[in-house]
């Protein structure tokens, strides 16, 4: 709706003060597309977490619904920070190990190897997507800075093309608030999206992870158990460490399983809604500056 | 004032008699030899001097570059300067080349017949009057095109020729349609002969395109990549653009030396525009005079209307310049745009290989697709930002710096003038001190040594002036010609790019109308 207001403000003050205005939206716009993104982001993550079984229950996350006063969340200490580096450290050294074991289980199986190249996959396509969305950028801010050469030239010439000038400056104005808005909406809808299933798919990959290291434990239980029985020796302490491992890894795998199967579900449904939601705004974008040009020209071969 | 007098294009433009042609030959040689007695330092003020009333290969705006077809320049260096002159006599002796009649509005121009005459200039003033209009009103029918450029030779002495191609159905022209081959020095030397013969008495001569070492290096050398196909076609657009422009110009039209290098299937090569060659570096030394001069003249501007002009065209180039950059820019990131597309598709398709869900799969390709044909939108686009709209800011930000040197022209007219005045103020006062001294013996011969150069010197005043007012009067014209011609280029060239504009958007959403029903599609 701001939008619209401003719109309307600088058709009413015509030509007189563009350059103050120019910057004041431009800040403005700029501001609201971060602005948008930023809830966007929001938005899913809570969306999300309400729809998780386990985790709407949470306390924390109620807390956070409910509580109408300022929640003064501390940010992580020294000491939190380093404790996240080192379990990154270990997951990624233990990760590399525990890759290496080959799965019983087909559905697990083909899910890892679809995950490890998804993941690689969407890293590229979200990096590439972002430079794409950088350049779009780059070229409207270009469209600026030519729309504001061109009112100079306009408001300086001594000729009869002075007009001419001023209008084609209006248009390049125009064209670069649409050329800008398709750069934020491809950011938006399509960056955006990568990115967040870039985190997604590490997050899979993380749960995977922690299933493999649960079915080593449950292994090397397993190997403890018969040593024990061997020995003769701890054989009640080791058959209960036995069952625990089991439980744990029958546990995990079977959420891990219904996760993934989430997963795939929730992301098609993402794709789907974010690229049908990009495809519309690239049109209506075009289509806007495809009816600002033809005015336009319409308006300069009118008066030549 | 002197009686109007146009100058005659009938093979040199100075707006003189024929005592000065005969001077011009002169002072041409004598130019040649002073250069290869003493190549070391030529003194500038008297290069200078001279210049303003030879026929010279006088300072042009903005030439100085190394050559790019060079041959074995040292050697050649005199062979060069002495090759000028047996090239500039057809011209000079004016006795082959057609002269152009008084004209009625209907035909154009009629070739041949009259020989030059005192008369003719007169009668010629109105039809070149009624030739402009004519211009006006659109009327000129000549088309060039520049095509198909070819490599001929191998190695460092490779360069490549281009078609010249013109249409016309001007009677002065043998044939309506006829084509030869240039290469790019023919187009550097024809410049240089109508610069030097047009540019000094005020007349707009177009600038010619830009030599580059790099880029013909290239095109020598076989680099046979992007780049170069690029530096080929930017440069024989360029070309096209610049006869176009010099043949939209009434008087340039006219000229002999245009219509050799337009339908002669064979031409003189054009080797004094080598950087390096006597012509030259007379060049480069007339330049260095000439920036000296310009910080010292201070010419009392009588007419407002000069500095009013000079002024705004010193504005409208400085906001061309800074627009241009503007405009790079834009070219610069659309052509990274289009790469990062590109990059993004085949991104995108290998994500829809290895998505495992099928519909999704088969959307993600569809998009793949999509953005490269984006892609190559983005690179049409970037070709039409550059074509259309770079390269007509940076043409006229050269044919700025020409106006300018007609500027420039008509100060050092000025001082010529004021010279001669001063000079005969001199010789006046040396007179009258001779009538005060007690020499008899001497004094008669003395006297009439005196009296003369008083006489040579009225008239040189008398020339200064009407010459003054002569390079006044065609540069109001020419400015007057020029505006009008920016301003029909300028609004022609931006509303063809805001076509290609169009087009683009067109294309886009025919595009996006496309994948909607495929992203709509994911089940």
């Given amino acids: 709706m701001s939008f619209l207001l401003f719109d309307n403000m600088r058709n009413l003050s015509g030509f007189t003060i563009p350059s103050l205005k120019m910057k004041t939206m431009q800040v403005t716009f700029?501001?609201?597309?971060?602005?948008?993104k930023t809830v966007a982001m929001h938005e899913v993550f809570l969306c999300r977490v309400a729809a998780h079984p386990i985790l709407r229950k949470d306390l924390n996350f109620h807390v956070f619904l409910e509580y109408n006063q300022d929640l003064s969340v501390r940010g992580k200490n020294k000491k939190e920070k380093l404790e996240d580096f080192f379990k990154n450290m270990v997951k990624s050294a233990d990760g590399v190990i525990v890759s290496g074991v080959k799965d019983v289980d087909d559905f697990f199986e083909h899910e890892r190897t679809f995950l490890l190249e998804y993941h690689n996959r969407v890293k590229d396509a979200s990096a590439k997507s972002d430079r794409m969305t950088?350049?779009?950028?780059?070229?409207?801010?270009?469209?600026?800075?030519?729309?504001?050469?061109?009112?100079?030239?306009?408001?300086?010439?001594?000729?009869?093309?002075?007009?001419?000038f001023l209008k084609v400056s209006e248009l390049f104005d125009k064209t670069r608030k649409i050329e800008a808005r398709v750069s934020a909406d491809e950011d938006l809808k399509l960056s955006d999206l990568l990115k967040y299933y870039l985190r997604e798919s590490q997050a899979a990959k993380d749960l995977l992870y922690r299933r493999s290291r649960s079915l080593v434990d449950y292994e090397n239980a397993n190997k403890a158990l018969d040593k024990a029985r061997a020995k003769n020796k701890d054989v009640l302490q080791a058959e209960t460490s036995q069952q625990l491992c089991c439980q744990k890894f029958e546990k995990i795998s079977e959420s891990a399983k219904q996760e993934l199967i989430d997963f795939k579900t929730r992301r098609v449904a993402a794709f789907r809604k974010n690229l049908v939601e990009l495809a519309e705004l690239e049109l209506k974008h075009a289509k806007g500056?495809?009816?600002?040009?033809?005015?336009?020209?319409?308006?300069?071969?009118g008066d030549t | 004032m002197a009686a109007e007098r146009e100058p005659p294009p009938l093979g040199d433009g100075k707006p003189t008699d024929f005592e000065e042609l005969e001077d011009g030959e002169d002072l041409f040689t004598s130019t040649v030899s002073t250069l290869e007695?003493?190549?070391?330092?030529?003194d500038p003020a008297s290069f200078l001097a001279e210049d303003i009333s030879t026929n010279s290969n006088g300072p042009k705006p903005a030439e100085v570059a190394l050559d790019d077809d060079r041959e074995d320049l040292f050697a050649e260096a005199t062979e060069e300067v002495s090759l000028d002159s047996p090239e500039r006599e057809p011209i000079l002796s004016s006795e082959p080349s057609p002269a152009v009649t008084p004209v009625t509005p209907t035909t154009l121009i009629a070739p041949r017949i009259e020989s030059k005459s005192m008369s003719a200039p007169v009668i010629f003033?109105?039809?070149?009057?009624?030739?402009?209009?004519?211009?006006n009103g659109d009327?000129?029918?000549?088309?060039i095109g520049v095509s198909d450029p070819e490599k001929v030779g191998d190695g460092m002495n490779a360069y490549m020729a281009y078609r010249v191609t013109t249409k016309t159905s001007l009677s002065m022209f043998n044939k309506s349609e006829f084509s030869v081959k240039r290469r790019f020095s023919d187009f550097l030397g024809l410049h240089s002969k109508l610069a030097s013969k047009y540019l000094h008495v005020g007349y707009i001569v177009p600038p010619a395109p830009e030599k580059s070492i790099v880029g013909m290096t290239k095109v020598k050398v076989g680099k046979e990549d992007s780049s170069s196909t690029e530096f080929v076609e930017k440069r024989r657009a360029a070309l096209e653009r610049y006869l176009q422009r010099t043949v939209k110009h009434p008087t340039l039209l006219q000229d002999p030396d245009l219509r050799q290098f337009l339908e002669s299937s064979e031409l003189p090569r054009a080797v004094n525009t080598q950087a390096l060659s006597g012509a030259g570096?007379?060049?480069?030394?007339?330049?260095?005079?000439?920036?000296?001069?310009?910080?010292?003249?201070?010419?009392?501007?009588?007419?407002?209307?000069?500095?009013?002009?000079?002024?705004?065209?010193?504005?409208?180039d400085q906001q061309l310049r800074k627009l241009h950059a503007s405009v790079e820019a834009l070219v610069c990131h659309r052509k990274e745009l289009?790469?990062?597309?590109?990059?993004?598709?085949?991104?995108?398709?290998?994500?829809?290989?290895?998505?495992?869900?099928?519909?999704?799969?088969?959307?993600?390709?569809?998009?793949?697709?999509?953005?490269?044909?984006?892609?190559q939108l983005h690179q049409e686009q970037a070709f039409a930002d550059f074509y259309m709209f770079s390269e007509l800011l940076s043409d006229y930000i050269r044919l700025i710096a020409a106006v300018k040197g007609v500027f420039d022209h008509r100060v050092k007219c000025w001082q010529k003038w004021e010279d001669a005045q001063i000079t005969l103020l001199k010789k006046r006062e040396t007179e009258a001190k001779m009538m005060v001294a007690n020499k008899p013996d001497k004094i008669q011969q003395a006297k009439n040594e005196i009296r003369e150069e008083i006489e040579e010197w009225e008239a040189k005043v008398q020339q200064g002036e009407r010459d003054f007012e002569q390079i006044s009067k065609t540069i109001r014209k020419e400015v007057g010609r020029f505006e009008k011609e920016r301003v029909k280029d300028f609004k022609t060239v931006i509303i063809k790019y805001l076509e290609s504009l169009v087009q683009t958007q067109q294309q886009l959403i025919k595009y996006w109308e496309a994948f909607l029903p495929e992203a709509k599609a994911i089940a």
């Fill in chain 2, 139 to 143: 009327v000129f029918d000549i088309e």
């Fill in chain 2, 125 to 135: 003033d109105r039809s070149r009057d009624e030739i402009e209009e004519e211009a």
């Fill in chain 2, 37 to 42: 007695s003493s190549p070391s330092s030529p």
């Fill in chain 1, 30 to 36: 700029e501001y609201l597309a971060i602005f948008k």
């Fill in chain 1, 134 to 164: 950088r350049s779009h950028k780059s070229a409207a801010d270009d469209y600026n800075r030519i729309g504001s050469s061109l009112y100079a030239l306009g408001t300086q010439d001594s000729t009869d093309i002075c007009k001419f």
């Fill in chain 1, 289 to 301: 500056n495809l009816q600002l040009l033809q005015n336009c020209l319409a308006v300069l071969n």
């Fill in chain 2, 338 to 375: 289009s790469a990062n597309t590109a990059a993004f598709a085949k991104s995108a398709a290998m994500l829809g290989n290895s998505e495992d869900h099928t519909a999704l799969s088969r959307a993600l390709s569809q998009l793949a697709e999509v953005e490269e044909k984006i892609d």
């Fill in chain 2, 281 to 316: 570096i007379l060049r480069m030394v007339n330049k260095a005079a000439d920036a000296v001069n310009k910080m010292t003249i201070k010419m009392n501007e009588s007419d407002a209307w000069f500095e009013e002009k000079q002024q705004q065209f010193e504005n409208l």
